[in-house]
């Protein structure tokens, strides 16, 4: 843990692990995404930290950047209310 990397990739995996956790126990389980969506999330997280500790560092903030894109289109962790 001695980057900017490690510290936002796992901020970022551990929001993702309360919301599967949260869906996983709710009572609208069967309605959520298949598990490979927040496979791809985790992975995802991975490849931003990695490139950024290995002198790739635009790269790795894209990375990141596309993972939580990815996270907010596909797994929505927010409700956002349309106005009338």
Do not use: C, H, N, W
């Given at each position: 843990m001695s980057s900017?990397?490690?510290w936002?990739?796992?901020?970022?995996?551990?929001?993702?692990?309360v919301l599967f956790l949260q869906r996983?126990?709710?009572?609208?389980?069967?309605?959520?995404?298949?598990?490979?969506y927040y496979l791809g999330a985790a992975a995802g997280c991975?490849?931003?930290?990695?490139?950024?500790n290995h002198d790739q560092a635009l790269l790795g903030v894209v990375a990141l950047a596309i993972t939580v894109a990815?996270?907010?289109?596909?797994?929505?962790?927010f409700k956002f209310s349309r106005p009338s």
């Open positions: 900017i990397y490690d936002v990739s796992l901020a970022i995996f551990a929001g993702l692990v996983a126990t709710g009572d609208r389980a069967e309605q959520d995404v298949s598990l490979f991975a490849a931003g930290d990695y490139l950024g990815f996270i907010i289109f596909y797994l929505k962790p």
